[in-house]
């Protein structure tokens, strides 16, 4: 079996058709790249072929690199990982280089036979920097595809090409959004934005292409690069405009970054100083960059968790076995508030029947109401259609009636979280729906295993966490009450798969997993606030260390109203042993105080009338007064972050948390844990067990037992082990 084959016509055209067997998409190899190689060699030396066409037998071109692949050239080098990583990728340089030189006499420039790249739909990373060496790229008009290098997403950058290609191609300043930000855009933005030259009709593609080749001269084959003369777009670095350029690229950069994430600053780098020499010189810079960072932990953490890890969750990988397909065909959701409307918004998307119940039809229509301004954004936008925003809403019904539920096959509760009204609205539904449904209660923090307790089938009863707002956020916690049985963890796994949702299995415990761990990084902030540290060295802290958000503003956004019922709801479950009563104080008072949260327009943060905020309050200080003496930088980072790892160790060792990978994924994509450390125990892999233990060590001794070391973690340490070799699986691998 091969990856690429090639066909000569009548004309004298050769087609290379990509076309990986047994894989929905097209992704690099090795072992591709060199078939790729030798099927451009053949066709440049065979004398009856006038140009070349490089297309795919699929419907997308391709999805990018297979990833394996660095870690194959790492393997391959032995003791020097970074000399193997540099001569492989410089190995692929010189295979795209031989696609754009195509033959041409070196000296003239002539001679070249033309070669372009014939897309017919999705060609991402590799797949466009392969057409990028090409000479000129035609893609179908396929609105559903999606152009683009979206590597800087998973903590590299464009290493085969790509990064210097688009600069010289477009400029520094057109070419950030797509390089810095990972965008990407359909066939006709993609031609707008210069990515792409042509768009036509899906069954002219080939023939275009093939048109276009026969008919190109020397000079349309040759790169503006490699023509004397040359200019950047926009200015090289040593131009006025483009010195401009770069000054404020930088500034953007560590502006977005916070200088946590390599891979950002490396393609800076990258491109900076490629600009200043020749084109194959600028090759060997990308290529130097693009070690620097695969060679960095940061980017294995951040590929193994959000491309290798997610994708497998993606796909079920921790989905019961022997288990029947369980496609949602009509899910009934009861409460049309926020997150209801919102569950039912992504149900609706998915092409799901939706029944939304309320207690009375305003309630529940307003929900429907929500799904429409919702897609009223889509078409104001471009990203929807008239007809697309009514054939969405034509899936849901909404009602206050229960008999309307009679044949969903999943039910999903979001009512108000009281433990009485959910058993009520329990019960009602279990009198309607069929033996089979599956009900589910989208709680964040009541016991899934007490809920159940008013079902008639526990083992058919099980958590579904969306998390807030439900359109945007990716991440669906699942959790499996005592008796909660394989076939409702199936289903939910499968209908979150219908929505496009990552999903992760936990067992059930106070607060699950996620909020477990993002409530002490909260109150961890609120306790250095009543200890007189500086607020805004507190937020400052959380966001250099890769946070989205710092802890107040945080609670800002979740509204101190619900943390303080969280307290209470916490404080008369644990009595004795609750650990938060230097929290209470000050998220107790705020409370008193009218100050709520965003959605109050006051709280940690001032607020002006329009929601927008303008600084930290200035009143907490009256309150509260800030330190003369304030601590180191990294020691509030250290307690920020070891706030939530602790709590993700202990729910491991607590069997909580089944596997090292949702642990992870589930972090960053539930409360955006620093993403440039790969989640909790990727970063605990990259500390170190031992560094770990003498940290928790330290704020035990000085801050008390919350930072006391689980006996997992110091076991690990004496024995030297990381997370990703003990707890690694087949799959996990």
């Known amino acids: ?75 391959d080098a032995g003791d020097n990982p970074a000399k193997g990583l540099f001569e492989g990728t410089m190995a692929m340089h010189g295979v795209l280089r031989k696609i754009e030189r195509a033959g041409m006499d070196p000296k003239t420039n002539k001679g070249g036979k033309p070669i372009a790249a014939a897309l017919p739909g999705t060609a991402v990373g590799i797949g466009l920097e392969l057409p990028l060496a090409c000479h000129r790229i035609f893609a179908a008009d396929n609105p559903k595809a999606k152009i683009g290098l979206p590597e800087i997403m998973v903590g590299i950058f464009p290493g085969a090409g790509g990064t210097t290609r688009l600069v010289r191609k477009l400029g520094a300043m057109a070419a950030s959004p797509f390089l810095l930000e990972g965008k990407l855009s359909d066939p006709k933005k993609a031609k707008m934005a210069g990515l792409i030259d042509e768009v036509v009709p899906a069954e002219e593609l080939l023939p275009a292409a093939k048109a276009w080749v026969l008919s190109a001269t020397d000079a349309d084959i040759l790169k503006p690069w490699d023509a004397k003369g040359y200019k950047m777009p926009g200015g090289a670095p040593y131009h006025p405009a483009g010195f401009m350029t770069f000054v404020g690229a930088s500034a953007m950069v560590h502006s977005k970054t916070k200088g946590v994430y390599p891979a950002a600053k490396a393609l800076l780098s990258a491109v900076y100083e490629g600009a200043l020499v020749p084109f194959d010189t600028a090759l060997k810079i990308e290529a130097r960059w693009f070690t620097n960072v695969l060679m960095n932990p940061s980017s294995t953490a951040m590929i193994r968790s959000l491309f290798i890890n997610k994708e497998s969750l993606d796909k079920g990988a921790v989905r019961p076995a022997g288990i029947p397909d369980q496609r949602v065909k009509k899910v009934g959701i009861l409460g049309a508030g926020m997150m209801g409307a919102g569950i039912s918004l992504v149900s609706a998307k998915a092409g799901i029947d939706v029944v939304l119940l309320d207690q009375n039809q305003e309630a529940a229509d307003k929900g429907k109401a929500y799904c429409a301004s919702y897609m009223d954004k889509g078409i104001a936008r471009k990203k929807a259609t008239a007809e697309s925003k009514e054939a969405l809403l034509s899936h849901i019904t909404t009602t206050t009636d229960y008999a309307l539920l009679a044949d969903c096959d999943l039910i999903i509760e979001a009512v108000f979280e009281d433990v009485a009204i959910k058993a009520e609205v329990t019960a009602k539904v279990e009198a309607v729906i069929g033996a089979d449904c599956i009900f589910a209660t989208n709680t964040s923090t009541l016991p899934i295993t007490e809920l159940a307790k008013a079902s008639k089938h526990a083992d058919q009863y099980i958590g579904i966490h969306f998390f807030s707002p439900v359109e945007k956020m990716m991440l669906v916690e699942i959790i499996k009450g005592a008796a909660t049985g394989d076939r409702a963890v199936a289903k939910a796994l499968d209908y979150c798969r219908q929505i496009r949702k990552t999903p992760i299995v936990v067992n059930d415990a106070r607060f699950f997993y996620a909020n477990r761990c993002i409530i002490p990084f909260i109150n961890e902030g609120i306790r250095m606030v009543a200890e007189g540290v500086e607020p805004a060295l507190i937020e400052n802290a959380a966001k250099l260390v890769g946070m989205p958000l710092g802890p107040l503003q945080l609670t800002d956004e979740t509204s101190i109203d619900l943390g303080v019922k969280i307290a209470k709801a916490t404080k008369a479950a644990m009595g004795d042993a609750y650990p938060n009563e230097a929290v209470d104080p000050v998220l107790f008072w705020m ?79 539930g409360w955006g844990f620093a993403p440039w450390s790969g989640g909790p125990f990727s970063w605990l892999d990259i500390l170190g067990a031992g560094r770990a233990v003498e940290l928790c060590d330290a704020l035990t001794e000085k801050f008390g037992p919350r930072f006391e070391t689980p006996d997992l973690l110091r076991e690990m340490a004496r024995n030297g082990e990381v997370f990703y070799t003990r707890f690694a699986t087949e799959k996990a691998a």
């Open 1 to 75: 079996m091969t990856d690429f084959t090639t066909q000569i016509d009548a004309d004298g055209v050769a087609v290379i058709t990509w076309d990986v067997p047994e894989k929905s998409m097209n992704v690099m190899s090795l072992e591709g790249f060199a078939e790729l190689e030798a099927a451009v060699d053949a066709a440049l030396a065979d004398d009856a072929v006038k140009g070349i066409v490089i297309t795919s037998g699929k419907a997308d071109f391709a999805g990018g690199m297979d990833l394996n692949v660095i870690a194959k050239m790492k393997e």
């Open 591 to 669: 409370a008193d105080e009218g100050r709520l949260g965003r959605k109050a327009n006051a709280g940690f943060y001032a607020y002006d009338d329009k929601g927008k905020r303008q600084g930290l309050w200035d009143g907490l200080a009256a309150r509260y007064p800030v330190a003369d003496e304030q601590p180191d930088l990294t020691e509030v980072q250290h307690r920020l972050l070891f706030a939530q790892v602790l709590e993700a160790v202990r729910a491991l060792d607590e069997g909580v948390l089944m596997d090292i990978r949702e642990g992870d994924v589930g972090a960053i994509l």
